[in-house]
């Protein structure tokens, strides 16, 4: 089945879960939305996001691989390898666990001072947050710059029929 009972907070890769950001054009006013996939934060703590309820103060967050997954479709499908902090429910996930978790872990440390596997997690994220807010995307580079073009040309020429307007006035005053 290869099932797993999270016994940490995790961020996990779950299919459907996105961010939007959205912000408006300075050159045309319309909204430009951005859709980001991101990880969904699961707490074993917090009631609400149990997904498996045994009464009214207790209850799990159990995850699988997709179609590996209970008959009743409750459990949470996440893309990706299993995490230190996962505790496998079955034979198959006990095997998984042990091929990847191994992998995962080479020359790193779970408890490390950046706060176990999750941190490390976050910390991807954050990278990777920061890095498309300040790349921002290249055709919107492009069109800022031709418009900038059209608005200095345009300047050019008011300055021109200016300068040649006082020039004249000039002349008429002289005669």
């Known amino acids: ?29 319309r909204p ?7 990880p969904l934060y699961l707490h074993p703590e917090d009631p609400n996001d149990w997904n498996w309820r045994y009464d009214r103060d207790s209850g799990d967050i159990i995850v699988c691989y997709e179609g590996k997954g209970d008959s009743s479709g409750k459990d ?16 198959e996930a006990k095997a998984i666990s042990k091929r990847d978790v191994r992998e995962l872990l080479q020359g790193e440390s779970v408890s490390d001072e950046r706060g176990g596997y999750a941190g490390k997690v976050l910390e991807e994220l954050g ?9 921002g995307s290249s055709a919107n580079q492009d069109k800022l710059i031709e418009t900038m073009a059209k608005v200095m040309e345009q300047n050019a020429a008011i300055l021109s029929a200016l300068t040649a307007n006082i020039a004249v006035l000039k002349a008429e005053r002289r005669v």
């Open 76 to 91: 949470i499908v996440f893309i990706g390898p299993p995490t230190p902090d996962m505790e496998p429910l079955d034979d």
């Open 1 to 29: 089945m290869a099932r797993w009972k999270l016994k940490t907070p995790h961020y996990l890769n779950v299919p459907g879960t996105k961010w939007e950001y959205t912000e408006n054009s300075r050159t045309s006013g």
């Open 127 to 135: 990278m990777k947050l920061a890095e498309a807010m300040t790349n």
């Open 32 to 38: 430009q939305r951005n859709v980001y996939n991101v």
